[in-house]
């Protein structure tokens, strides 16, 4: 009687030990297919990051090109203005300028 009930003691503990086995690998099964999913999600974060990075470069570029366009246009007809002046007027529109100019880089010498 003994020898059966050892028996089937072992036998009970080789099916826990085999379910034991067959958990163990679902767990892994699960880990690496949420590992996979995560990675996947990484990517696709990645790469959307990466798209918006693009997006706000090719807009800050057109946003400085048109701002250096506007520069450009207000010198041009700036300059236009300067070419009508007599050259006294001229004179002090450029003094004004230069004084403007040498305020801005913190020179504030009246010798000009």
Do not use: Y
Request: hydrophobic share 40%.
């Amino acid at each position: 009687m003994e020898a059966k009930s050892f028996e089937s003691i072992i036998q009970v503990e080789r099916e826990i030990q085999r379910m034991l086995g067959e958990e163990h690998q679902k767990a892994r099964d699960w880990l690496e297919h949420r590992k996979q999913e995560i990675e996947a999600n990484l990517q696709a974060a990645l790469a959307d990051v990466e798209a918006g990075a693009r997006r706000v470069e090719a807009e800050a570029k057109t946003a400085a090109e048109r701002k250096a366009a506007e520069i450009v246009s207000r010198t041009r007809r700036w300059i236009d203005g300067l070419e009508s002046l007599e050259d006294v007027s001229l004179q002090r529109v450029i003094r004004q300028a230069i004084r403007k100019i040498l305020a801005e880089a913190g020179d504030d010498r009246p010798d000009v």
